[in-house]
């Protein structure tokens, strides 16, 4: 009997917690699903803080994510993002905000850490050449077993040659993790990440977000430049270029009456310019 109490409560509960989300999930524009994985409590505390005004966090197990996003399939088509609840450990965030601010935020609250025996290597992780603040010893057996040559220069361990121990993707060994520790590289990142946002029927995945706004900035401003140039080049009147076009149509006239000795208010100056000129230097001539 008291199992079955039990049972009871905890099915109560669990109902009770998908139709909070769902709740959520119908109340909320934009819904963004991110991986919990290797994020301290701490970074998930604080993140939840940067966010509290205008979104909701729920940290629940997958399956109850899954059950809520199924039923209210009829109000709000959600089942692109079950896919990406198979990644990591996900999560669930609500909220109103742009999904590119929120994942500038989120992307802005991660720290670096030390590699930890095997870790993916999220990057090529090299390890540059010059001298360090170790002095001879075992460090340079070390180093030459994770791949780096090294010697003795003024009573210190340099390194000789910059060195890529490990490539994208690659299993990064105890070694290896060894050396990156002692030699401060912290190639890890440590935060939430977003796997993907919903938003009015759009996936976001993750490599859409995540946007280097100066290079995006840098584009915008040569597509600019480059469109103005062209309209231009072929005569295209835009209240941006009319000006110019109006002063290129001007002086190509103008080279063209004068190519073609046809009399207008601008020729007329130009050649009592050179006739002024050209009595100046014969009268110089004269004298």
Do not use: W
């Amino acid at each position: 009997m008291k199992k079955s109490n039990y049972k009871s409560k905890v099915t109560k509960k669990k109902l009770s917690e998908v139709e909070q989300i769902k709740s959520a999930l119908l109340k909320y524009k934009v819904i963004c699903i991110f991986d919990l994985k290797s994020l301290p409590s701490k970074q998930l505390q604080s993140i939840r803080h940067k966010l509290r005004k205008n979104s909701e966090m729920y940290v629940k197990k997958k399956r109850l994510l899954k059950l809520a996003i199924e039923q209210v399939k009829q109000e709000k088509d959600l089942s692109a993002l079950l896919p990406y609840l198979e990644k990591g450990i996900p999560a669930l965030l609500v909220t109103n905000e742009d999904p590119f601010s929120v994942y500038k935020t989120i992307k802005s609250s991660k720290s670096l850490a030390a590699a930890k025996p095997g870790q993916i290597a999220p990057k090529d992780l090299i390890v540059e050449a010059g001298p360090t603040n170790f002095p001879p010893g075992p460090i340079i057996g070390e180093l030459g077993q994770a791949g780096i040559i090294a010697a003795v220069e003024q009573g210190k361990v340099t390194i000789k040659k910059e060195t890529t121990i490990a490539k994208k993707g690659d299993i990064i060994t105890q070694k290896k993790a060894d050396v990156l520790s002692k030699l401060g590289i912290q190639p890890m990142e440590i935060g939430m990440s977003v796997i993907a946002a919903f938003e009015q029927g759009i996936i976001y995945a993750q490599e859409i977000l995540d946007v280097d706004e100066q290079l995006y900035l840098d584009n915008l401003r040569a597509a600019i430049h480059q469109s103005y140039n062209f309209t231009l080049s072929i005569g295209y009147v835009t209240r941006e270029n009319a000006a110019m076009l109006i002063k290129k149509a001007f002086n190509q006239a103008n080279h063209l009456a004068e190519k073609n000795s046809i009399l207008t208010s601008e020729t007329v100056k130009s050649e009592l310019k050179k006739a002024e000129f050209a009595a100046l230097k014969l009268s110089e001539k004269i004298e």
